[in-house]
């Protein structure tokens, strides 16, 4: 049973490409339990962000993500 599920990017909603569950457009993945400490305890928000937004968005950052090359793939 192949299951097809819609992906969409939540910052501009555009559809991104996924093959037996993989996203083969590349994007970033967030999901966040939220904990004790926080206004949304016990929730779980989750979202995908396109590259172009992720690109967007890493620029209003006063400090840039940390970049670690992947050495072992
Ligand atoms: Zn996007």
Known sequence: ???TKEIFCNV???????ENDILKEDAFEARKQW??????DATVHSFTICEDC???MVEQFAIPP???EVTEY
């Open 66 to 68: 940390e970049v670690t």
């Open 54 to 56: 992720y690109d967007n």
């Open 35 to 40: 904990g004790y400490f926080s206004k949304k």
């Open 12 to 18: 501009c909603g555009k559809s991104l490409k996924v």
């Open 1 to 3: 049973m192949q299951e």
